[in-house]
Nanobody
Framework: QVQLVESGGGLVQAGGSLRLSCAAS????????MGWYRQAPGKQRELVAI???????NYADSVKGRFTISRDNAKNTVSLQMNSLEPEDTAVYYC??????????WGQGTQVTVSS
């Protein structure tokens, strides 16, 4: 079982920046994919950004050029630097990791609110 602890959400004005961090507890199996999803009120949860152990990334089109994902494999942490935030980025952001045998885990979520 992997425990995820998220931090870094909050309230920011449009155009501002926030950094989210997620720390994963030690696991029997290596963590393959680490990333972030978000869910806005009344909408489905959607992918924001993910990164594999090898460094491959995948971003939602809506955040490309504004958000940057990074991870520290030795520390089992993943971060999301969010710049040029827009009101449409307002959502609960969830850390998600998947281990080497394909089991996925979710964090508890952290609120990001962008005011116009």
């Amino acid at each position: 079982q992997v425990q995820l602890v998220e931090s870094g959400g909050g309230l920011v004005q449009a155009g501002g920046s926030l950094r989210l961090s997620c720390a994963a507890s030690r696991n029997r199996f290596n963590l393959d994919r680490m990333g972030w999803y978000r869910q806005a009120p009344g909408k489905q949860r959607e992918l924001v950004a993910i990164m594999t152990t090898g460094g491959s990334t995948n971003y939602a089109d809506s955040v490309k050029g504004r958000f940057t994902i990074s991870r520290d494999n030795a520390k089992n942490t993943v971060s999301l630097q969010m710049n040029s935030l827009e009101p449409e980025d307002t959502a609960v952001y969830y850390c998600n990791v998947r281990d080497a045998i394909g089991i996925g885990y979710w964090g508890q979520g952290t609120q990001v609110t962008v005011s116009s």
